[in-house]
């Protein structure tokens, strides 16, 4: 099993920047994508970025590139999201996720339904003023 923690949530006014960190605890060997989605009220949960474990290749939805960067530290079992220029409508819950087994592209990966993705964070949450 795996066990994931988010932490570095918070409120920021637009603008600003927070670096939100997720740590693996458990069967860390098994996991091969790692990322981020995000869940806004009365919105789908939506992919933001996400990671290779193996090799740190990195796959970004198309309207978070240039704003957030995903980034690991594979010693620490944890994965980060930096997140600049944040405006309101980034204000959401975040989740952090991973998934284990056969390889098959982190753009997948972050297009995949909740349901599909074995194993979540609590999530943080994110709140951004103007």
């Known amino acids: 099993q795996v066990q994931l923690v988010e932490s570095g949530g918070g409120s920021v006014q637009a603008g600003g920047s927070l670096r939100l960190s997720c740590t693996a605890s458990g069967s860390t060997y098994s996991i091969r994508y790692m990322g981020w989605f995000r869940q806004a009220p009365g919105k789908e949960r939506e992919g933001v970025a996400a990671?290779?474990?193996?090799?740190?290749?990195?796959y970004y939805v198309d309207s978070m590139k240039g704003r957030f960067t995903i980034s690991q530290d594979n010693a620490k079992a944890t994965v980060y999201l930096q997140m600049v220029s944040l405006s309101p409508d980034d204000t959401a819950m975040y989740y952090c996720?991973?998934?284990?087994?056969?390889?098959?592209?982190?753009?997948?990966?972050?297009?995949?339904?909740?349901?599909?993705?074995?194993?979540w964070g609590q999530g943080t949450q994110v709140t951004v003023s103007s």
């Open positions: 990671i290779v474990r193996r090799n740190g290749v990195t």
């Open positions: 996720a991973a998934d284990t087994g056969p390889a098959y592209g982190g753009d997948r990966f972050l297009k995949k339904a909740p349901s599909e993705i074995p194993h």
